[in-house]
């Protein structure tokens, strides 16, 4: 399905991921994959050929929306449970519901930064020491997409790492790593996200020192005209890079 650079992406994800590999193996082949899909060149080319309609817009659609957590996500190629190449469009300044959240992911990811740059810390749950944070379990609640945070607690958590990630570099997380990224610049950020795996978990832990979230959160998606309007918008803003 799709053009020429469509089925091209589509192969090189299949040929890196859909194997059966250990963890570390599938974040190190997502850190590779994403690298080569971000180059900028290749990176527009895709975009392009998407936005003329090529690919699955009715679906890609279905599953972009702008995120909790204050970017716009558009989902580029859906390889089922084994993987989902989306691009991320961060906003400076952009305020929403999670922007402070600290969390992990259901699967192993890579992301890969093709403008702007990224700021990002990890933490890690301790005893005693860091912040203090309240706990959520994060899933899709039945029958629609929509975020449902079940509260479980207090908790504390430690920061062991922070980074900066300006354009041409990439990262690779196992699923569990808590981690908080933003956009670091007045100027728009644009990041391919690499999500894997086959065995992903139910559901992922968030944590947040910004005060209680609401029960549930509203995931809104783009209608076919809005998502191609969105990829248009992406590929003008690539070549003003």
Request: glycine residues 10%.
């Amino acid at each position: 399905m799709g053009g020429h650079h469509v089925r091209a992406a589509r192969r090189l994800l299949a040929r890196a991921l859909d194997g059966e590999l250990p963890e570390h193996e599938q974040v190190m082949a997502a850190r590779s994959v994403i690298a080569e899909l971000g180059s900028p060149d290749r990176l527009l080319e895709l975009i392009d050929e998407l936005a003329s309609e090529e690919g699955d817009p009715e679906g890609c659609a279905r599953l972009s929306y702008r995120h909790v957590l204050g970017f716009d996500k558009l989902l580029l190629i859906d390889g089922g449970p084994r993987h989902m190449l989306r691009v991320h469009v961060w906003h400076p300044g952009a305020g929403a519901i999670g922007k402070e959240d600290i969390h992990n992911h259901r699967s192993p990811l890579a992301s890969y930064v093709v403008r702007g740059r990224l700021a990002m810390e990890l933490y890690e749950v301790g005893d005693d020491g860091g912040i203090e944070a309240a706990r959520y379990q994060e899933s899709l609640a039945e029958r629609s997409a929509d975020w449902r945070l079940e509260p479980t607690g207090p908790a504390r958590l430690r920061l062991t790492h922070t980074g900066q990630y300006a354009a041409g570099s990439a990262y690779a997380l196992p699923a569990h790593t808590l981690h908080r990224a933003w956009c670091d610049t007045d100027v728009p950020t644009v990041t391919l996200f690499l999500e894997t795996g086959s065995g992903r978990r139910p559901h992922t832990d968030v944590f947040t020192a910004a005060g209680p979230h609401p029960g549930a959160v509203a995931k809104v998606p783009l209608d076919v005209p809005d998502y191609l309007a969105a990829l248009s918008g992406l590929a003008e803003l690539l070549r003003s890079s």
